[in-house]
């Protein structure tokens, strides 16, 4: 069973730089893919960026293209969201997704088959 961690949320100021970690542990031959999802208040989850562990492509929103970032640490099995210039419209929680190899459309949630428990990111003007 995959269990996923995330860690590093909390509050800053717009223009400030946070960054999200998700550790993955178990079940590693049945995901490559990781990624972040984000659910604000009253809004429907969407995908803010994925990598894929086997060729390590990256992929992102447009809205967040150019402010974050996502890499990994290969010895821990974890999977980093670097957030820069944040905007109060990046408040949101955000959750650690892990998908199956064949997974092509990174931005549609229930292609994931496992997720973490969330982490609160809010941002003030």
């Known amino acids: 069973q995959v269990q996923l961690v995330e860690s590093g949320g909390g509050s800053v100021q717009a223009g400030g730089s946070l960054r999200l970690s998700c550790s993955a542990s178990?079940?590693?031959?049945?995901?490559?893919?990781l990624a972040w999802f984000r659910q604000a208040p009253g809004k429907a989850r969407e995908f803010v960026a994925a990598?894929?562990?086997?060729?390590?492509?990256?992929h992102y929103a447009d809205s967040v293209k150019g402010r974050f970032f996502i890499f990994r640490d290969n010895a821990k099995n974890t999977v980093y969201l670097q957030m820069n210039s944040l905007k109060p419209e990046d408040t949101a929680v955000y959750y650690c997704?892990?998908?199956?190899?064949?997974?092509?459309?990174?931005?549609?949630?229930?292609?994931?088959?496992?997720w973490g428990q969330g982490t609160q990111v809010t941002v003030s003007s």
């Open positions: 997704a892990a998908g199956p190899n064949y997974l092509s459309d990174y931005a549609r949630a229930p292609r994931y088959d496992h």
């Open positions: 178990g079940g590693t031959f049945s995901w490559n893919v």
């Open positions: 990598h894929r562990w086997s060729g390590g492509s990256s």
